[in-house]
T-cell receptor, first 114, second 113 residues
Framework: DGGITQSPKYLFRKEGQNVTLSCEQN?????MYWYRQDPGQGLRLIYYSQIVNDFQKGDIAEGYSVSREKKESFPLTVTSAQKNPTAFYLCASSYGDPRDYGYTFGSGTRLTVV | AQSVTQPDIHITVSEGASLELRCNYSYGATPYLFWYVQSPGQGLQLLLK??????LVQGIKGFEAEFKRSQSSFNLRKPSVHWSDAAEYFC???????????FGAGTILRVKS
């Protein structure tokens, strides 16, 4: 079955370390997105990519980096510059005009800084 | 500013009772509107969407939503809630072509037996 796979489901990081969250999709979707979810704040857009080798900053890109070398993959790196990285991270993708179909979401990665 | 507001952070209803979750948007025209549901520790599942046509939209799991232009609202409803409906519900919108999905803060639904 097609879908979005995020790994790992839980991730622990020491302060000062970079960590990379994986997002893979086999839906043949062109666009991919990373959102951060904090309690009571909904989902906030970190980065998005509409085509391979191109990506744009979202509303809260500081302290994060991404790459889009393959259509299927959109990894997110949380750098040591991110002041408060503990959160639930959701990857999504969309087909064609997302106004028509919305986004498809992965099951998320919970990152905890220890 | 373009935004989506969900006024209720938590709602508790009895099993079998009706449900209405509120959503308001701030935008000069009619956006594309969506309702998503999230079970704890999981991703988001699309319940329904609206852009034009009939203002009462049917979705999955027995949910429906009504668009009211005069109130800039897109409230989610269900006639009879089941315990399995306990989850967090997000209203979202795409305001313009090329813009991204903007989410409300979410409403946590608790179902009591």
């Amino acid at each position: 079955d097609g879908g979005i796979t995020q790994s790992p489901k839980y991730l622990f990081r020491k302060e000062g370390q970079n960590v990379t969250l994986s997002c893979e999709q086999n839906l043949n979707h062109d666009a991919m997105y990373w959102y951060r979810q904090d309690p009571g704040q909904g989902l906030r857009l970190i980065y998005y990519s509409q085509i391979v080798n191109d990506f744009q900053k979202g509303d809260i890109a500081e302290g994060y980096s991404v790459s889009r070398e393959k259509k299927e993959s959109f990894p997110l790196t949380v750098t040591s510059a991110q002041k408060n990285p503990t959160a639930f991270y959701l990857c999504a993708s969309s087909y064609g005009d997302p106004r028509d179909y919305g986004y498809t979401f992965g099951s998320g990665t919970r990152l905890t800084v220890v | 500013a373009q935004s989506v507001t969900q006024p209720d952070i938590h709602i508790t209803v009895s099993e079998g009772a009706s449900l209405e979750l509120r959503c308001n948007y701030s935008y000069g025209a009619t956006p594309y509107l969506f309702w998503y549901v999230q079970s704890p520790g999981q991703g988001l599942q699309l319940l329904l969407k609206y852009f034009s046509g009939d203002t009462l939209v049917q979705g999955i799991k027995g949910f429906e939503a009504e668009f009211k232009r005069s109130q800039s609202s897109f409230n989610l409803r269900k006639p009879s809630v089941h315990w399995s409906d306990a989850a967090e519900y997000f209203c979202a919108a795409i305001m313009e072509y090329g813009n991204k999905l903007v989410f409300g803060a979410g409403t946590i639904l608790r179902v009591k037996s």
